[in-house]
């Protein structure tokens, strides 16, 4: 790892705006792909008749062993500037982006939003900018691609710049501190040097725009969430929980509060790496021993907090979700599985509330009779066994699920409020 501050970017956009090209060609001026292997791909490229995709290639060869099921080596996706040390949450596709979106250790701090010059905005660019807001993204450069398409032609810049704007307002993004850039992935102007052939632009470069995005702020300061991966039994040691710092701090001599299993005790020994630490922040991943506390008293799933400030443990919680795929329509009475931190439950849900607008979040309708694919909506949800979860105005790590059915993901959301049981 690098000492420098961590940052996770999601690089979304519609499927052809060049968004695995801008990836390759990031890695490539940033010296997290070698020249050969870029020479590789090209020489690969033209064979197939293909010239220029060599930089796609860098992005799509690692997508295609991601399919055969080879573990490729995550260095490809990571690179350092002069300020941080970038991994790209690549998002391939709508799908991909919210299950990465979802699971917690990808969340996307930043995005770039990639819009092809030619093309302007498309539906999928509508659909990723508002997963973007709804998911929780802080700050959005805007990628003006495919410039060498238009001819650098200012006004052609300044077109789609309107449309992304209008697009950023619909959904309440920032558009005043949102930053724009002509660039050409494939030709490389604006990314890691100024070009000559946008003589009209005097902004920033997508590098430098990348080193000004502020700096994440690690949430220490939140109450300590800690979901449950395993439960080890050590000899010598005793009960052994597993799992992630997602906020707060936990430190040995704390006394802690497993929900909703609703058992706590004495921090008695926290273990890194193999080594005794006496405290953990978020992102540890973290073993520790609570005086008192047996194998079967808790399980994955569960969430450690502190006792005088324990888990919330939802009777039922109301949510906003995106359906993605469902091969019908979703009803009142629904009972999927649903995927929040390290818990599966299934949920059921009891009621839909309001139908939203996916572009603004505006309510479209009252309590509609179903919801389809592509719909946003806001639903009321009772798990059929306690889970533990948190609204994601208040702790975001833990407020954001996924629910799965017949072995895909079909919708995603947002915890927006949580009716504690009794």
């Given at each position: 790892?690098?000492?420098?501050?961590?940052?996770?970017?999601?690089?979304?956009?519609?499927?052809?705006?060049?968004?695995?090209?801008?990836?390759?060609?990031?890695?490539?001026?940033?010296?997290?792909v070698?020249?050969h292997?870029?020479?590789?791909?090209?020489?690969?490229?033209?064979?197939?008749?293909?010239?220029?995709?060599e930089?796609?290639?860098?992005?799509?060869?690692?997508?295609?062993?991601?399919?055969?099921?080879?573990?490729?080596?995550?260095?490809?996706?990571?690179?350092?500037?002069?300020?941080?040390?970038?991994?790209?949450?690549?998002?391939p596709?709508?799908?991909?982006?919210?299950?990465?979106?979802?699971?917690?250790?990808?969340?996307?701090?930043n995005?770039?939003?990639?819009?092809?010059?030619d093309d302007?905005v498309?539906?999928?660019?509508?659909?990723?900018?508002?997963?973007?807001?709804?998911?929780?993204i802080?700050?959005?450069?805007?990628?003006?691609?495919?410039?060498?398409?238009?001819?650098?032609?200012?006004?052609?810049?300044?077109?789609?710049?309107?449309e992304?704007?209008?697009?950023?307002?619909?959904?309440?993004?920032?558009?005043?501190?949102?930053?724009?850039?002509?660039?050409?992935?494939?030709?490389?102007?604006?990314?890691?040097?100024?070009?000559?052939?946008?003589?009209?632009?005097?902004?920033?470069?997508?590098?430098?725009?990348?080193?000004?995005?502020?700096?994440?702020?690690?949430?220490?300061?939140?109450?300590?969430?800690?979901?449950?991966?395993?439960?080890?039994?050590?000899?010598?040691?005793?009960?052994?929980p597993?799992?992630?710092?997602?906020?707060?701090?936990?430190?040995?001599?704390?006394?802690?509060s497993?929900?909703?299993?609703d058992?706590?005790?004495?921090?008695?020994?926290i273990?890194m790496?193999?080594?005794?630490?006496?405290?953990?922040?978020?992102?540890?991943?973290?073993?520790?021993?609570?005086r008192?506390?047996?194998?079967?008293?808790?399980?994955?799933?569960?969430?450690?907090?502190?006792a005088?400030?324990?888990?919330?443990?939802?009777?039922?919680?109301?949510?906003?979700?995106?359906?993605?795929?469902?091969p019908?329509?979703?009803?009142?009475?629904?009972?999927?599985?649903?995927?929040?931190?390290?818990?599966?439950?299934a949920?059921?849900?009891?009621?839909?509330?309001?139908?939203?607008?996916?572009?603004?979040?505006?309510?479209?309708?009252?309590?509609?009779?179903?919801?389809?694919?592509?719909?946003?909506a806001?639903?009321?949800?009772?798990?059929?066994?306690?889970?533990?979860?948190?609204?994601?105005?208040?702790i975001?790590?833990?407020?954001?699920?996924?629910?799965?059915?017949?072995?895909?993901?079909?919708?995603?959301?947002?915890?927006?409020?949580?009716?504690?049981?009794?």
């Amino acid at each position: 790892m690098s000492d420098k501050p961590h940052q996770n970017l999601a690089i979304i956009g519609h499927v052809d705006h060049g968004k695995s090209t801008l990836v390759g060609r990031l890695l490539y001026e940033t010296g997290s792909v070698p020249e050969h292997v870029i020479e590789q791909h090209k020489e690969e490229a033209e064979e197939k008749g293909k010239g220029g995709f060599e930089f796609a290639y860098v992005m799509d060869n690692l997508a295609e062993e991601r399919e055969r099921g080879v573990t490729i080596d995550i260095a490809h996706q990571e690179f350092d500037t002069d300020e941080y040390f970038f991994t790209i949450v690549d998002c391939p596709g709508h799908r991909d982006f919210v299950k990465n979106m979802i699971t917690g250790a990808s969340q996307a701090d930043n995005a770039v939003l990639v819009v092809a010059a030619d093309d302007g905005v498309q539906p999928q660019t509508q659909e990723h900018v508002f997963l973007a807001r709804t998911l929780g993204i802080g700050e959005m450069i805007v990628a003006i691609n495919k410039m060498d398409l238009v001819d650098y032609e200012e006004g052609r810049y300044h077109e789609a710049v309107d449309e992304v704007t209008d697009l950023l307002n619909q959904v309440r993004f920032d558009t005043e501190n949102a930053k724009f850039i002509p660039v050409s992935a494939f030709e490389g102007d604006n990314i890691a040097s100024e070009s000559e052939n946008t003589d009209w632009y005097d902004g920033e470069i997508l590098l430098e725009a990348l080193n000004a995005l502020p700096e994440p702020e690690p949430p220490t300061d939140a109450p300590l969430r800690l979901p449950i991966q395993d439960v080890y039994t050590i000899s010598g040691i005793g009960t052994v929980p597993v799992g992630r710092v997602e906020t707060g701090m936990l430190n040995t001599g704390d006394n802690v509060s497993f929900q909703p299993s609703d058992v706590g005790g004495e921090v008695k020994t926290i273990e890194m790496h193999h080594e005794e630490v006496p405290q953990a922040g978020p992102g540890d991943n973290v073993g520790f021993n609570v005086r008192g506390i047996g194998q079967d008293d808790i399980r994955r799933g569960d969430v450690c907090g502190p006792a005088d400030d324990p888990p919330s443990v939802a009777e039922t919680f109301q949510a906003r979700i995106v359906v993605m795929q469902h091969p019908s329509v979703i009803t009142a009475g629904y009972t999927p599985v649903f995927h929040a931190h390290t818990s599966q439950v299934a949920c059921t849900i009891e009621s839909i509330d309001q139908k939203i607008d996916p572009a603004t979040g505006e309510a479209e309708e009252e309590n509609p009779d179903f919801i389809q694919n592509g719909d946003a909506a806001v639903v009321t949800i009772r798990p059929q066994k306690p889970l533990s979860i948190e609204s994601a105005n208040e702790i975001p790590e833990l407020g954001s699920f996924a629910i799965r059915d017949m072995g895909q993901t079909i919708a995603a959301g947002q915890v927006m409020s949580v009716n504690e049981r009794e």
